[in-house]
C-alpha cells in the first residue's frame, strides 16, 4: 500500500495570548484518513508547543506521498537505582489546627489525646510520651481521591494499589499564566502522559490559605480528562481548589478519571521546584476501608548524579 501524508492549513492558539499559522504543513500518516483532533496532537508534540488553548485545523486533505522519516521514540528511561542520590522535593500542604481547604468544609481540629504532662503518670521518671489526636474530614490538605470517592463500587483507599500512587514517572505540564481557567486537551497534546503522574502546574497554590484560593480557579475541562484517559496517565495532579468547575453540580472530570480508576490529587503545591519530567512522584495516603478520599505527603524524588 503506498504511504499517506496529510496536507492542511492550522490556526494554532495560546492559553497566555498570541497564536501562530501554516499553510500546507504536510505530515507522514499511518493509513488513508486522520482525525482533526489527532491532527492537532501530531502538530502540538512535533513543534513542541506549550501552553496551547486551542488547534483549528483547515483544508485538510490525504496526498500518496512517500513518508520522510520513521517513527519518534518519545520515550524516556528513568534509573530507579538512582533514588539512593536522590532530591526529594516535598508537593504537599501543611495540615493546621483550624486551616479551611475548601469552604463548606469543617476545619481540623488538633488536640493531645494524651499530654506529656499526663503520660508522666504511666511511666518511669523522666520517660514521657504524647498521643495526638486529629478530627477532620478527609478532604483536608493536600488529599487523593480514590474511584470511592466518586463510585460506591470503585476501589477505595486500602484497595488502591501502590503501583498507581508511589514511584510513578512524573511529567509536570505549566499552565500558569494563562488567560482561560479552563484547561483544555491541547495543553497535554505536546508531551507523552501514558504511564505518568500528571501534575498540572497552573500556580494557584500561592493563594492557599487567603479567600483568592476559592474563587476563579483553574480546571481542567472534561475533554481533558478524556484525552488523559485514553493516552494512558497513570494519575493526574493540580495546584488548584478542585480539578473540576465547581460552578454547576456536575463534575466530569472526577466521573471520567476515577472511573478509569485514574486517581487524582488536588491542593497540590511546590510544582514551581519541578523540572518538566525527570522525576518520580509519590502520594500515598493510609490503608482505609471504606473512605476514597484522604490527605497524603505527596513528593517528588530527582536522581542526582
Known sequence: MAEQRVVFDFAISFSNGGGIQGQGFRLDIIG???SD???ATYIVQDLRLLMV???DILKKRIIAEAHKRGELDHTAAIDNEAAANALFIDLSHRIEHGMITYKGLPAPLICDHLSREQ???HYAAGTEFQIGRID???NTGTYLDTPYHRYADGIDLAGMPLTRIANLPGLVVRVQGSSDRAIDWPSFAASDVAGKAVLVHTGWSRHWRTD???????FLTERAAVYLRDCGAALVGIDSLNIDDISTGQRPVHSTLLAAGIPIVEHLTGLENLPIDGFRFSAVPPKICGMGTFPVRAHAWLPVS
Open 37 to 39: 483532533d489527532a491532527l
Open 53 to 55: 488553548s486551542k488547534v
Open 136 to 138: 477532620m474530614v478527609a
Open 32 to 34: 488513508d484518513d486522520i
Open 212 to 218: 483568592q484560593y476559592f474563587e476563579g480557579h483553574p
Open 119 to 121: 503520660s508522666r503518670q
